[in-house]
């Protein structure tokens, strides 16, 4: 509750300060959003490529087990 005093604009003043004391520390001009704007060296990365897993059976085939397995397709 704000009184005559003027002590909740004090109070928020202290909190200014200390939120520009760690801006600075930390080296940000100031706390924004890049939505919608350009950012440089954003573009660089990987991609992660799926691929088809190919399946062998191993156990039931047509001339038995203990032969040489079929080509992987």
Same mark, same amino acid.
């Given at each position: 509750m704000p009184t005559e005093d003027? &002590? &909740?604009?004090e109070a928020m003043d202290a909190t200014n /300060? /200390?939120? !520009? !004391?760690?801006? @600075?520390?930390? @080296?940000? !001009? @100031?706390f924004g959003t890049t939505k919608g704007k350009h950012v440089d060296g954003n573009q660089e990365g990987a991609v992660e490529v799926k691929r088809v897993r190919t399946w062998r059976q191993y156990m039931n085939r047509r001339g038995g087990f203990n032969r040489p397995l /079929?080509?992987?397709k």
């Open positions: 003027g &002590e &909740e604009g /300060d /200390d939120d !520009a !004391a760690m801006m @600075g520390l930390m @080296g940000l !001009a @100031g /079929d080509k992987i």
